[in-house]
């Protein structure tokens, strides 16, 4: 965009990107909405209440689509002309994930389909892409590591964060609401240490899931899931981020310069990624297959307390949003032990979820004290 414009002469400040991006993403998914509505229920493209769903009844389920549309083309207006090979290959990935989601959402793929279509996508964004981790950071005292480990640890940590979104998309709100609540969090980041094209892809990610919470969050006949075909897609851009994010810092000095960066980076997705850590050692401990669909999740537990799924979600966003102030805070501690302090508050209040949901479920009615004087 900065280039076409400047073949006319006009120059714009690069920062005047991050809010037109946000409403540019914002405007075109909130237009697409009504339309996917209309398709879905004209195709009967519908997620029905199982005994597992927390919905009560049909809703569509092609909010990805939307979102994808928004995203897509805010990124690619906004997006500094520098920054376009990487962009290249981040939406080569991101559109294989679109199409094996759209068949996910439509006719239900194998687990095991699915797992290898995001493998592939995320090795053309580490290979072809060169977006990889090429450092431990400094965890455990490691630095640089060799491009084999690189990749093969990228793959990991984009795997690990793109099923941890698409498992806890289980609630109203609650992918999504992580995915602006991140997103947010690695564009400012980026925009305050002279990133022009990431932060313009953290805010162009946020403006189309605001519009998505719109209707995700509504009770009426527009409503809307994100379905698999948005979440994968929204688990890629944000491993795409928290890379970023860490690989940038390696360079930054000054105020912006993070320490313990992998454990902040860790934090800010902490939701999904606790999430998925507890239900598959849950898993494994009762038998079952890491892969099989349960109601084991944070936001099933919550559920079960009596919440409903907007204040299932507040009280997860919440959380994960003090997670990351106290991260910011306690950063200089150290790797391992701000590490320990995140792990043993995420243990404790999970704990703490499981003796509320037991004393609901086992509470003991005493008779009243004016019923014992009548007896």
Excluded: C
């Amino acid at each position: 965009m900065d280039e076409f414009l400047k073949h006319f002469g006009i120059s714009i400040y690069p920062g005047w990107f991050i809010p037109a991006a946000f409403l540019v993403g914002l405007f075109f998914t909130w237009v697409s909405i009504p339309t996917i509505l209309k398709v879905a229920r004209a195709k009967g493209l519908y997620d029905r209440p199982n005994k597992r769903s927390s919905h009560k009844r049909d809703t569509p389920t092609l909010g990805g689509v939307a979102v994808f549309i928004g995203f897509s083309i805010a990124s690619a207006v906004f997006v500094p002309g520098e920054g376009n090979r990487e962009l290249l290959y981040i939406f080569t990935g991101l559109i294989l994930l679109f199409f094996i989601g759209i068949k996910d959402d439509i006719l239900v793929i194998d687990p095991v389909k699915k797992l290898i279509g995001q493998i592939v996508a995320a090795s053309v964004v580490i290979m072809l892409g060169d977006i990889r981790m090429t450092s431990f950071y400094g965890f455990l005292g490691i630095y640089q590591i060799g491009y084999v480990a690189s990749v093969l640890f990228t793959l990991f940590v984009f795997v690990v964060i793109t099923n941890g979104l698409n498992l806890i998309d289980g609630i109203d709100g609650l992918a999504s609401g992580v995915g602006v609540l991140a997103s947010v969090i690695f564009g400012i980041w980026f925009l305050v240490t002279g990133h022009i094209d990431y932060a313009v892809g953290g805010f162009s990610l946020a403006g189309s899931l605001v519009a998505f919470l719109r209707f995700n969050l509504s009770h009426g006949p527009n409503k809307i899931f994100l379905g698999d075909t948005g979440s994968l897609i929204l688990g890629l851009m944000l491993g795409v981020l928290a890379v970023k994010f860490m690989e940038y810092d390696q360079v930054v000095s000054g105020p912006a310069k993070i320490s313990s960066v992998a454990v902040v980076a860790f934090t800010i997705l902490i939701i999904p990624l606790v999430d998925m850590l507890h239900v598959f050692l849950l898993r494994i401990i009762r038998g079952h297959s890491v892969v099989e669909a349960d109601r084991w999740h944070l936001h099933h537990r919550l559920l079960d307390l009596g919440l409903s799924h907007i204040q299932a979600t507040g009280v997860l966003l919440s959380v994960n949003l003090l997670f990351v102030l106290l991260a910011f805070w306690l950063q200089d501690i150290g790797d391992l032990p701000l590490l320990g302090v995140v792990l043993g508050l995420a243990v404790l209040l999970t704990l703490l979820s499981y003796g509320l949901i037991w004393q609901r479920k086992h509470k003991t009615h005493f008779p009243s004290k004016e019923r014992l004087v009548d007896a």
